[in-house]
């Protein structure tokens, strides 16, 4: 059975990669000037290590999305923030460029 041809799987998403996004975007804005890389293989890679330490969260529909934002105004919203600042601090620690 091939999955791919019998079923729309665009309309999953992770809403999680949605609310680091919009996070590091206010991060980011906010240290302006600070002397941190914001290239995009830095930006990427502060997004990727923000992702792959808070929990996903997959929907299918527009309820789904409701409800993942709705969890993001509180506990998982501090625990993206702290991601993201976390990403952040180790990129410009470490970046993958010279």
Do not use: W
């Given at each position: ?9 665009s ?48 929907r299918?529909s ?31 620690a ?5």
């Open positions: 059975m091939a999955l791919r041809e019998n079923y729309d799987f309309i999953l998403g992770n809403e999680a990669e949605h609310l680091v996004i919009s996070e590091l975007e206010r991060q980011i804005e906010a240290l302006d000037g600070q002397g941190i890389c914001f290239c995009q293989d830095c930006v990427l890679d502060m997004a990727c290590l923000a992702l792959n330490s808070v929990k996903p969260f997959y299918v527009l309820l789904g999305t409701m409800y993942a934002h709705a969890q993001g105004e509180g506990e998982y919203r501090a625990e993206i923030a702290k991601a993201v600042e976390a990403a952040i601090a180790k990129v410009h470490s970046p993958s460029h010279d």
